[in-house]
């Protein structure tokens, strides 16, 4: 049975309780005056949820927002670019968040934190103070792990695009000039990285491009995982049209166990070298490099020297920092998202206003749910469920379709399709409309 | 039970793409002949068959099991022309009917259906009970649906001619969405552009008056 | 601790194993009537999972997958009753409807029903 304590069913009546007012939903009650600061590092997916979703239930509080770009590139979808796109779908300048949600924009990067000043303190020299402060500043790439590769090669020419923007473009151009018969490369690091199936997402993309644009052409995917989510959909689609299994695969999938971690780079001669023993020649190499938490978490301790910065998964508080919320790819989570760090920044949202106002935060409930595409005619869903007990996060369920049989409907495989192209574009307006 | 090398050949025929995934190289605007000419080639459908493909095609997760749509998003089609049915299907499948991202989603949805699929299911819910998704409003408009009925009549069953089709209990939202589209001519679907080139004298007073009539019916 | 988590699992994956036993795509379903003696999750809360395709608030109205903003609440209610007990086909809510429990359900058809039926950003 549920507990219904007082406190509880004024939790779950609270919202339900108070009138929501017209366009911008913006509550016009108020709880009592609050000129609280709250400050939040990295205007991405995390960043500026929090931003909009505390300001949809908190008309006083003050919201600062510290990001360097004035223009963000969404990553989540722009696999799309690589075949044809343009960037600028994917990209929102930050005029229309800001004066909706009225929030203070500091066009900088954060070189420091003082936890106890509790004060930001940015690369031009400003120290902002906050009441609250909120780090969605997005993960560290490692690249010493591949011997011969390097950030300022991965910039040049061994390309990852795992941030979207220049990159993305650089990669397409890679892809467009592969000569007819080339070989694309393509290295998913280790788990955990941001977007599980993005990697098989872009292969499979790239392929059905090829298809049409260079049809002896081949991409190889080096794994350092042994499997990856999808997997059974994503090979039954290249079994189907790309010829996977066959000599003339068009992809190949070399997983960990068969020796597929790449260790070695010559990007004089182009090749990557498997743990297999194996050296591979090839036109395009992407290599994707392992994540990990954010130099300034681990520069101001917030990780406490591990992998990630441990939270408190009920509100998704540091454990390190009173006062502190760390979400999206930086945070220890299971599986790093787009959909995730949204969902984190809107428990997170809640979570301060309800502190704000001498409460508890509420249960939190975490939904990975994602409708990705194989191509242009076959889509596939997630749904994955993460709750909380004690600080702890809880898997409930996790469920990937469609199941072989199901996949043989056509008609779903469309309205997958349709349906992954209008989550793309329906969760980027709850992030920045 | 479709198989899935069926619409592979078909995938297989389709050419460029707009921006959004949606070819529309076979999309030809009708002319009185041509559209003559589709109807007589309409083949005989079966509502059976075609109640079968509503749920195999997913047809009533957006149009309800029985047509009536449980959504503002989606229109009714229960009891409607079965030859308009058949000619929307017809238009979404080639492109021609392509306004929006709702288009879109039917433009997907339609690829895999033959000539015959879209008379099974027209005729499917042909057969279906309309219900009143609309407003109750009898207030008669200003400037009369003179000028409509004689292509939607609203007796209930379809013009004989088959030119327009039955807007009586249909969604105001949906009403008001498609006489937009027809007026901005995002919407270019109709036998010599009529719907286009009435729209465009609408004011917005008179559109409401209409679909307020309309749905009320 | 989860890079620990995954390097047992890629360790586990490195021995033969059968294709179910692949931990990346196996499934996994605990009922969520599981955590009714944990804190409720509110409407709100629940609700706000669903804006990433449904628009915030579920106020998108010019999409395919259709709006949840002022839907009444027993039709909300019914609808997710019936694709979480598999009687409504669907691509993902039936998935979805199934990792809530009627009581959530019900407090997010509350929280949908008071949303104004009108789109969160009125696009030109």
């Known amino acids: 049975m549920n507990q219904l304590n007082r406190r509880n069913l004024l939790k779950l009546m609270g919202i339900s309780a108070l009138s929501v007012t017209g366009l911008t939903g913006i509550r016009k009650q108020a709880f009592g005056a609050s000129s609280a600061q709250v400050v939040i590092v990295g205007g991405g997916i995390g960043g500026i949820t929090t931003a909009k979703y505390l300001r949809i239930i908190n008309n006083e509080v003050n919201i600062t927002v510290v990001e360097p770009n004035s223009l963000y590139t969404f990553c989540p979808g722009s696999n799309e670019v690589l075949v044809g796109e343009p960037l600028s779908d994917f990209q929102r300048t930050y005029d229309h968040t800001r004066h909706r949600y009225r929030l203070r924009l500091v066009a900088d990067s954060v070189k420091d934190i003082d936890f106890n000043r509790k004060q930001v303190k940015t690369a031009g020299g400003e120290n902002i103070s906050y009441d609250y402060l909120v780090m969605s500043p997005g993960p560290d790439f490692i690249f010493d792990d591949i011997e011969g590769w390097s950030r300022e090669l991965a910039n040049r020419k061994i390309l990852h695009a795992w941030k979207a923007g220049k990159q993305t473009l650089m990669l397409r151009d890679q892809i467009r000039a592969m000569p007819r018969g080339g070989v694309m490369v393509i290295s998913p690091p280790v788990m955990p990285y941001r977007c599980p199936p993005a990697p098989y997402e872009r292969a499979s993309f790239v392929a059905e491009w090829m298809q049409k644009h260079n049809r002896r052409g081949k991409i190889i995917i080096l794994d350092h995982n042994p499997g990856f989510v999808f997997q059974q959909q994503y090979i039954r689609y290249w079994t189907e049209r790309r010829g996977f299994g066959t000599d003339h695969a068009m992809i190949e999938w070399v997983s960990s166990a068969q020796g597929g971690a790449v260790t070695e780079l010559d990007a004089g001669k182009m090749t990557v070298t498997i743990r297999s023993g194996e050296t591979i020649k090839a036109d395009v190499i992407n290599l994707i490099p392992r994540h990990t938490a954010n130099r300034l978490t681990r520069n101001t301790g917030l ?47 809640q979570a301060i206003d309800a502190r704000l106002h001498d409460k508890e935060p509420g249960q939190p409930l975490y939904a990975n749910d994602c409708l990705a595409k194989a191509g242009s005619d076959f889509g596939m869903t997630l749904t994955e469920t993460y709750r909380e007990r004690d600080g702890k996060l809880l898997l409930a369920q996790s469920i990937q379709r469609p199941l072989p049989k199901e996949s ?6 469309h309205l997958l399709v349709s349906a992954a192209d209008n989550w793309q574009r329906s969760f980027r307006r709850d992030v920045f409309d | 039970m479709r198989t899935v090398l069926v619409s592979v050949l078909l995938i297989g025929l389709s050419g460029h793409a707009t921006g959004d995934g949606v070819n529309k190289s076979s999309a030809q605007p009708w002319t009185p002949d041509s559209w003559s000419a589709a109807v007589q080639a309409m083949p005989r459908g079966a509502a059976t068959r075609g109640e079968k493909l509503a749920t195999e095609g997913y047809c009533i997760t957006c149009h309800g099991d029985k ?3 449980p959504s503002r998003n989606s229109p009714s089609l229960a009891g409607q022309d079965p030859v308009f049915i058949y000619k929307a299907l017809l238009d979404f499948k080639s492109g021609l009917w ?7 989603g039917m433009y997907a949805v339609t690829q895999p259906l033959t000539k015959q699929d879209m008379a099974d299911l027209a005729a499917f819910y042909a057969a279906q009970n309309r219900s009143k998704q609309g407003s109750t409003s009898t207030a008669s408009p200003s400037s009369g649906p003179a000028a409509c009925l004689p292509c939607h009549p609203t007796n209930g069953s379809a013009d004989p001619g088959h030119t327009g089709p039955i807007l009586d209990g249909q969604s105001t939202h949906y009403l008001k969405r498609q006489l937009t589209a027809f007026k901005t001519r995002k919407r270019n679907t109709d036998v010599s552009g009529v719907m286009e080139s009435m729209t465009q004298t609408l004011s917005n007073k008179q559109r409401e008056e209409l679909i307020q009539f309309f749905s009320g019916q | 601790m989860i890079i620990r988590l995954y390097c047992s699992l890629i360790l586990m994956m490195s021995l033969p194993a059968l294709a179910n036993e692949n931990p990346f795509t196996k499934e996994l379903f605990i009922a969520p009537e599981h955590y009714q003696n944990d804190p409720p999750v509110s409407g ?15 106020r998108i109205f010019n999409e395919i997958i259709p709006p949840l903003a002022g839907l009444p609440k027993k039709r909300f ?10 009687q409504r086909p669907a691509f993902i809510m039936n998935s979805i409807a199934r990792t809530f429990t009627r009581e959530e359900i019900e407090r997010m ?16």
């Not at chain 2, 392509?98 to 879109?104: F, G, V």
């Not at chain 3, 629940?46 to 628009?55: L, V």
């Open chain 1, 303 to 349: 990780t406490q020297g591990k992998d990630w910065v441990e939270v408190n998964h009920h509100d998704m508080s540091s454990l390190a920092q009173a006062d502190v919320y760390v979400l999206g790819d930086t945070a220890d989570f299971y599986i790093k998202t787009g959909k995730l760090a949204s969902d984190q920044a809107k428990v997170i949202a």
């Open chain 2, 98 to 104: 392509h306004i929006d991202n709702k288009s879109t």
């Open chain 1, 408 to 413: 043989e409907n056509v008609f779903l495989r």
């Open chain 2, 67 to 69: 047509g009536v749509s």
């Open chain 3, 44 to 58: 709100k809360m629940a609700a706000d999972t669903c804006s990433a395709c449904h628009g915030t608030q579920g």
């Open chain 3, 109 to 124: 058809g509350d929280y949908f029903a008071q949303q104004p039926p009108k789109p969160w950003l009125e696009t030109p």
């Open chain 3, 77 to 86: 209610i019914t609808m997710m009753m019936r694709f979480k007990r598999g």
